[in-house]
């Protein structure tokens, strides 16, 4: 069950963008806003990702 979820979950969402990107004839504002700040993403999101992981590290023992 979580290896459907942690496979499936993302398919969807992935799924659910590219048919909203067939459907508008290109990229919404939205997204196109998102693409342009991708180095902060990424940056933001191995912060997050390593914070947690710390966390529930320390909350372990």
């Not at 659910?16 to 693409?35: Q, T």
């Not at 912060?47 to 590290?57: E, F, M, T």
């Amino acid at each position: 069950m979580s290896l459907f979820l942690a496979l499936g979950i993302p398919v969807i969402v992935l799924g659910f963008v590219y048919l909203l990107i067939l459907e508008n004839d290109g990229m919404p504002a939205w997204l196109e806003n998102i693409s342009q700040n991708n180095g902060s993403i990424w940056t933001y999101g191995v912060i997050a990702i390593a914070v947690i992981s710390l966390i529930k590290y320390v909350s372990n023992n």
